[in-house]
């Protein structure tokens, strides 16, 4: 197993800029997210999905868009790029839903510029 | 709400020294805690988690962490300290409800000194 896959590594944009962040997963979970990772502010989530078609807004989801067509890929888009959405960004996935004790498992993060 | 607070920004110790990384949490309904660890440049990794079973709880390269309800703490220990421990580590609560998700502490990094 691959595990938790994302792409690009490393992004840098323009302001007012679209892109993509991919994820994706090979374990059949059902519950996969997105978290942003900024110094001394820890992970926060911005939006999450408990299956395909199924999605919900996290903790700072203002600028983000999201959807989940199979179970597998869960892609992050950023529609208008602003310097504040400069971040390390993790996708993670676990098998239960919501209340789950499962472990979490996580991408290697990509790292996005925006200048 | 559940939060968790990690006290502090960074922790160091001396090769072989006692590990203790501080958390506490918030929640009004018992919760499931969690340690995740973090090393440069990679993304995060499940050291240990408490589910209501066994209060101490071991996880992998030696740490652990016990579960305090008295004291709402889930400190994360280690006895002896070793040069690839130095990363950022994260606390982590969820609980049992059904819009729950996993809520991070803001992180601490541990250095350790040779």
């Known amino acids: 197993n691959a595990g938790v896959t994302q792409t690009p590594k490393f992004q840098v944009l323009k302001t007012g800029q679209s892109m993509t962040l991919q994820c994706a997963q090979d374990?059949?979970?059902?519950?996969m997210s997105w978290y942003r990772q900024d110094p001394g502010m820890g992970l926060r989530l911005i939006h999450y999905?408990?299956?395909?078609?199924?999605?919900d807004q996290g903790e700072v989801p203002n600028g983000y868009n999201v959807s989940r067509s199979t179970t597998e890929d869960f892609p992050l888009r950023l529609l208008s790029a602003a310097p504040s959405q400069t971040s390390v960004y993790f996708c993670?996935?676990?098998?239960?839903?919501?209340?789950?004790?499962?472990?979490?498992?996580f991408g290697p993060g990509t790292r996005l510029t925006v200048l | 709400a559940q939060s968790v607070t990690q006290l502090g920004s960074h922790v160091s110790v001396s090769e072989g020294a006692l590990v203790l990384l501080r958390c506490n949490y918030s929640?009004?309904?018992?919760?499931?805690l969690f340690w995740y660890v973090q090393y440069p440049n990679q993304g995060l990794q499940l050291l240990l988690k408490?589910?209501?079973?066994?209060?101490l709880v071991k996880g992998i390269n030696g740490f652990e962490a016990e579960f305090k309800k008295s004291e709402t703490s889930f400190h994360l220990t280690k006895p002896s300290a070793h040069m690839s421990d130095a990363a950022e580590y994260f606390c982590?609560?969820?609980?049992?409800?059904?819009?729950?998700?996993?809520?991070f502490g803001k992180g601490i990094t541990l250095s350790v000194r040779p």
């Open positions: 993670a996935s676990r098998r239960g839903l919501a209340g789950s004790t499962d472990t979490q498992y």
């Open positions: 374990m059949n979970h059902e519950y």
């Open positions: 999905s408990v299956g395909a078609g199924i999605t």
């Open positions: 929640s009004s309904v018992p919760p499931y």
């Open positions: 408490y589910t209501s079973a066994a209060t």
């Open positions: 982590a609560v969820s609980y049992t409800g059904a819009n729950s998700k996993l809520t």
